[in-house]
Nanobody
Framework: QVQLVESGGGLVQAGGSLRLSCSASGRTFSQRHMAWFRQAPGKDRELITSINRGGYLTYYTDSVKGRFTISRDNAKNTGYLQMNSLKPEDTAIYYC??????????????????WGQGTQVTVSS
């Protein structure tokens, strides 16, 4: 099992940057794909980016492509989301997630079953 804790959220002006961190406990973090989701008020939780367990394959949804970068440091049991050129529409609660199964499609949102508590990101215009 994996326990996840996000940090790094906050209030930022449009055009600014934030870096989110996801600290994982447990010995199997490095064996599981990892992802970042977000949920804006009144909207469904959406998968915005994911990374395979080795850290060499990534996926981005179109709305964040070119602005956000996902990465992970398996030695530190930590994942990251670097967010640049932030827009007001990026305002949401951001969640990191870990895949339940070791062998899975890292781009499939349904593979993720371990969740952090979420961190609020607010982008002002």
């Amino acid at each position: 099992q994996v326990q996840l804790v996000e940090s790094g959220g906050g209030l930022v002006q449009a055009g600014g940057s934030l870096r989110l961190s996801c600290s994982a406990s447990g010995r199997t973090f490095s064996q599981r794909h990892m992802a970042w989701f977000r949920q804006a008020p009144g909207k469904d939780r959406e998968l915005i980016t994911s990374i395979n367990r080795g850290g060499y394959l990534t996926y981005y949804t179109d709305s964040v492509k070119g602005r956000f970068t996902i990465s992970r440091d398996n030695a530190k049991n930590t994942g990251y989301l670097q967010m640049n050129s932030l827009k007001p529409e990026d305002t949401a609660i951001y969640y990191c997630a870990s895949a339940v199964n070791f062998y899975s499609d890292f781009r499939n949102r349904n593979e993720y079953g371990y969740w952090g508590q979420g961190t609020q990101v607010t982008v002002s215009s």
